[in-house]
């Protein structure tokens, strides 16, 4: 394998969300600016610094991130559209590391957002890629909620697992959640509940499915140098890998590529997966979680049900996952989803998570995960990030 240039001296900072709502007759664009807005008014530095954009969303179109630029007045010397979905935010930090160590840019701002109105998602569907349009769509199964029933069926099957292992991981979630004033589900989730929940397409049930919803997630990248000059808050990136239609012979997805690049992750980080305090994984349904546990190397594959038995997965517990939440319990605001793990792994790290914060957390592993097709997913990443000494 090819050593790779590290990504020492690469910080990142000033983690915004645009709240989240489940519906909004504002564009894509709207939110687009609002996270930009914030971004400027938290780091205090001016628009004409940013000379570096990142803008992932599935619902601007037909304009892509060069749009942007004119419709906010950026004007930067390093640009780039990422639509990988839920990958797009630690895709979004890699490439964006890169253009600072090459000098392309200075102060990079990553921003994922979408809108979600009464028709929007129908709209998504449609135009989500030549399979779903031609393939799924005009069939009535648009929507992920078939494919990862196949795809956690298959699953069950291989591995032994249950429904209630699911439901550990969901239910953990929204214990999170409750701690989270950007969570838009704020009731209680027990076992239980999650067990009774209605069917939507078995043996996907009602708590393993991600509400859409609107809103904006946006962090900046920079030099650590920088950082310290502007005195910002941030977090050091460690290592980070991303990788495309991984085990494309496998008849159904049971593995995704981080499982080809962990070892090169964890080789740049200098740390095995022990040393991770907390992992932020993408989590469109339970299944990809625990598929995550398995591929970043938490346990072997076909262990995630006896590895979720075994740990507590809150903020405060012995395997802290998605301590924001996550997607399960915050919502999925499109494209924004692939950031949601990256804010949150920013604020545990420098000490803005509140009542959610993981005890004595150093190290964070975040996952992105993105791109459905009719049997898998085709965008995997991931990225660790440090506290600063």
Request: charged residues 20%; negative net charge; proline residues 4%.
């Amino acid at each position: 394998m090819t050593k790779r240039t590290s990504y020492e001296g690469v910080a990142v900072a000033v983690p915004v969300t645009v709240s989240y709502q489940r519906y909004s007759t504002h564009g894509a664009h709207w939110f687009i600016a609002q996270a930009l807005a914030e971004l400027l008014r938290s780091s205090g530095i001016a628009k004409e610094q940013i000379d570096g954009l990142t803008v992932s969303s599935f619902s601007m179109a037909p304009d892509t991130a060069v749009g942007v630029t004119q419709h906010l007045g950026l004007s930067p010397r390093w640009l780039d559209h990422i639509p990988t979905g839920g990958a797009s935010g630690v895709m979004a930090l890699r490439r964006a590391a890169r253009a600072v160590q090459s000098g392309d840019a200075s102060i990079v701002a990553c921003i994922g957002a979408d809108t979600n109105h009464v028709d929007s998602f129908r709209q998504t569907l449609g135009s989500f890629s030549d399979f779903a349009r031609d393939a799924t769509y005009p069939y009535g199964a648009g929507g992920p909620n078939s494919v990862f029933a196949m795809i956690t069926a298959h699953y069950m099957q291989s591995c032994g697992a249950q429904r209630e292992d699911f439901g550990r991981i969901a239910v953990a979630q929204r214990a999170n959640a409750l701690l989270n004033p950007n969570a838009l589900m704020k009731k209680p989730l027990n076992l239980q509940d999650y067990m009774d929940a209605k069917a939507i397409s078995a043996p996907i049930h009602l708590f393993d499915c991600v509400m859409p919803c609107a809103g904006a997630d946006a962090f900046l990248v920079m030099s650590e140098t920088r950082a310290r000059e502007l005195g910002l808050k941030h977090v050091l990136l460690h290592g980070a890998i991303e990788r495309h239609n991984a085990y494309a012979a496998d008849p159904v997805m049971m593995r995704g590529g981080w499982r080809v690049d962990r070892d090169e992750l964890y080789a740049q980080a200098g740390v095995r997966p022990e040393a991770i305090d907390f992992v932020q994984t993408y989590d469109d349904y339970p299944v990809i979680v625990m598929m995550q546990f398995e591929d970043l190397g938490f346990c072997d594959k076909g262990e995630g049900p006896a590895f979720v038995r075994a740990h507590s997965l809150t903020h405060d517990g012995s395997f802290p996952n998605n301590t924001s939440g996550g997607q399960l319990s915050v919502g999925q605001a499109g494209a924004a989803g692939g950031f949601l793990g990256m804010v949150e792994a920013l604020r545990q790290l420098t000490d803005e998570a509140g009542a959610r914060a993981v005890p004595d957390a150093k190290l964070g592993l975040v996952a992105g995960f993105g791109m459905v097709t009719y049997d898998r997913c085709l965008c995997t990443g991931a990225v660790i990030l440090g506290r600063t000494s």
